[in-house]
């Protein structure tokens, strides 16, 4: 197992990335709201970011993205020790999460990822009923490689409220009437 782990990240080009994912049901909060998601109601999900290291270690280590204006920050951060490393722009409606130093491993093999969980309210539109909402936009992850001061950037398409979980049944991120 842990062969084929190495020789999946000989392959990849990036030696940072993130791992973003959706819950209703798990996670630090009680999210609240219908399920799937109705027009003009609003419905609580916790975001999850997962932060791997495959390579050097790097360090000045950013994560940003965007919320849509139908997504709200509810500003509530778990674990609690990222607090202050989270910050929300409520002008520019971006999320920014100031990791600082990645070690070389981390999230490879038996070492834990870092992991940032996020709350957020999504109130949907009429005009998005029938369709799954994203609920960031564009993540991206960036930092600087200690050993071959490089810049790195890892970009990550929007996450959908499609939950993966096994209480969510399928189709629940489609917005209904």
Request: glycine residues 6%; aromatic residues 8%; hydrophobic residues 30%.
């Amino acid at each position: 197992h842990q062969v084929k782990q190495r020789c999946q990240s000989l392959h990849t080009h990036y030696d940072i990335a993130v791992l973003p994912d959706v819950f209703y049901y798990d996670g630090p909060f009680n999210n609240s709201g219908p399920l799937p998601p109705r027009a003009n109601l609003p419905t609580t999900y916790t975001l999850v970011f997962r932060i791997s290291n495959s390579s050097n270690a790097v360090s000045a280590a950013e994560l940003t993205t965007t919320l849509p204006n139908y997504v709200e920050w509810v500003n509530a951060v778990a674990p609690s020790v990222e607090r202050n490393n989270v910050s929300y722009n409520t002008n520019t409606r971006q999320m920014t999460w100031k990791l600082g130093d990645l070690p070389s491993g981390l999230g490879v093999g038996t070492t834990q990822p870092r992991q940032l969980s996020v709350q957020i309210k999504v109130t949907p539109s009429v005009s998005q009923i029938g369709s799954d909402l994203d609920l960031t936009g564009e993540i991206l992850l960036s930092g600087s490689d200690d050993f071959t001061d490089t810049n790195l950037t890892f970009k990550k398409n929007p996450i959908v409220n499609n939950l993966q979980e096994s209480q969510a049944s399928s189709g629940n991120g489609q917005v209904m009437p």
